[in-house]
C-alpha cells in the first residue's frame, strides 16, 4: 500500500527535552510539508522541502527543525525553544512532476504531542 | 497575504438533508483548492481537488464548485449520512513557499440519524 506513515500516534514531552517526529513515504514525491494544527484552528506550515538535502521554513519555524537526507523520510524535531508545543502534527507529500503546481497534497495519520 | 475562511464553524443537520459548506479566500491567485475530511484524532483525507481552470467537480454524493473571481467554493453532500459526520477543511494551494495550503478553519457537521 502506498501512502504516508507517521509515528508515535501520540508522544508525551517533560520541559526542556526535545522530541523527533517520523514521517516517510513511498509514493515518491519529492516534497514533502509539515503543519501544525491547533484545536479550532487551520493547518499552519512549519517547514518544507521539495528535494533531498534542502528545506525551508514555512510560518511558524521558531523551534523546530527538520532534515531530509533521504527522499521518502523527513523527520521534525521539537526543540525546548518551541514555547507551545502542545499540538497535532501532520505530515504532507506532494509530486513534484508534470504541471506540479496543480498537484494534490496527502497527508499522514498524524501525531499528538503533549507537553507535561 | 492569502486568508481562508469556513463559514459556518459548525453544522447538524437531520439525516438525508443536504449539506451546503462554503468557503472564501481573499486572493484569487490561487493555482487550485481542495477539500478534506477529517475524523477526531485522525490526519486528512482527499476529498475533492478543483483546478483553478475548473468550475466544479463531481466525486459521488460530492460536488465541490469554484468560483476564483469571488473568492469562493461550496461543498455540497447530497443527501448526507449520519457516516458524514467529521470536519471539513478547505485549502488553497498558493504559489509561495512551495505551494504550501492555506487552510480555514473547518466546518464541523454532526448528521443526526
Known amino acids: 500500500d502506498g501512502g504516508i506513515t507517521q509515528s508515535p500516534k501520540y508522544l508525551f514531552r517533560k520541559e526542556g527535552q526535545n522530541v523527533t517526529l517520523s514521517c516517510e513515504q513511498n509514493?515518491?514525491?519529492?516534497?514533502m510539508y509539515w503543519y501544525r494544527q491547533d484545536p479550532g484552528q487551520g493547518l499552519r506550515l512549519i517547514y518544507y522541502?521539495?528535494?533531498?538535502?534542502?528545506?525551508q521554513k514555512g510560518d511558524i519555524a521558531e523551534g523546530y527543525s527538520v532534515s531530509r537526507e533521504k527522499k521518502e523520510s523527513f523527520p521534525l524535531t521539537v526543540t525546548s525553544a518551541q514555547k507551545n508545543p502542545t499540538a497535532f502534527y501532520l505530515c504532507?507529500?506532494?509530486?513534484?512532476?508534470?504541471?506540479?503546481?496543480?498537484?494534490?497534497?496527502?497527508f499522514g495519520p498524524g501525531t499528538r504531542l503533549t507537553v507535561l | 497575504k492569502q486568508e481562508v475562511t469556513q463559514i459556518p464553524a459548525a453544522l447538524s443537520v437531520p439525516e438525508g438533508e443536504n449539506l451546503v459548506l462554503n468557503c472564501s479566500f481573499t486572493?484569487?491567485?490561487?493555482?487550485?483548492l481542495q477539500w478534506f475530511r477529517q475524523d477526531p484524532g485522525k490526519g486528512l483525507t482527499s476529498l475533492l481537488l478543483?483546478?483553478?481552470?475548473?468550475r466544479e467537480q463531481t466525486s459521488g454524493r460530492l460536488n465541490a464548485s469554484l468560483d476564483k473571481s469571488s473568492g469562493r467554493s461550496t461543498l455540497y453532500i447530497a443527501a448526507s449520512q449520519p457516516g458524514d459526520s467529521a470536519t471539513y477543511l478547505c485549502?488553497?494551494?498558493?504559489?509561495?513557499?512551495?505551494?504550501?495550503?492555506?487552510f480555514g478553519g473547518g466546518t464541523r457537521v454532526l448528521v443526526k440519524p
Open positions: 504532507a507529500s506532494r509530486a513534484l512532476k508534470g504541471d506540479y503546481y496543480y498537484n494534490e497534497q496527502f
Open positions: 509514493l515518491n514525491h519529492d516534497a
Open positions: 522541502s521539495q528535494i533531498v538535502n534542502d528545506f
Open positions: 486572493d484569487s491567485a490561487i493555482y487550485n
Open positions: 478543483i483546478q483553478s481552470s475548473q
Open positions: 485549502a488553497v494551494s498558493i504559489k509561495a513557499a512551495g505551494n504550501k495550503l492555506t
